[in-house]
């Protein structure tokens, strides 16, 4: 199984960016996903994650009401849309999969079976 981010970039403060994570080697229907992101000298923080089996969403505080996570299961990829863009959203985003039966992925990361390999995101002016 894989992941591929892509979409990361150089943004000023305000601005907006999408990434997308498609998925090879399995349908991703059947799976929880999530976007991770490290900035820094921080630790790994759980941004947003989608529940396959009711839909449901999770969005740490930092980035509700600016984040959006989507799905298109024709294309097999998990997007995050990125509004409002901050100057603390700077780090390296990862997107997160694991089976359908795990629940919290955002707070669970360890139990994700598969990772990407990561996209910079830099909003500076």
């Known amino acids: 199984v894989q992941l591929v981010e892509s979409g990361g970039g150089l943004v000023q403060p305000g601005g907006s960016l999408r990434l997308s994570c498609v998925a090879s080697?399995?349908?991703?229907?059947?799976?929880?996903v999530g976007w991770f992101r490290q900035a820094p000298g921080k630790e790994r923080e759980g941004v947003s994650c989608?529940?396959?089996?009711?839909?449901?969403?999770y969005y740490t505080d930092s980035v509700k009401g600016r984040f959006t996570i989507s799905r298109d299961s024709a294309k097999n990829t998990v997007y995050l849309e990125m509004n409002s863009l901050k100057p603390e959203d700077t780090g390296v985003y990862y997107c997160?999969?694991?089976?359908?039966?795990?629940?919290?992925?955002?707070?669970?990361?360890?139990?994700?079976?598969?990772w990407g390999q990561g996209t910079q995101v830099t909003v500076s002016s």
């Open positions: 080697g399995y349908t991703l229907d059947y799976y929880n």
């Open positions: 997160a999969a694991a089976p359908w039966t795990v629940h919290g992925l955002c707070q669970e990361p360890e139990a994700a079976e598969a």
């Open positions: 989608s529940t396959t089996t009711d839909g449901s969403t």
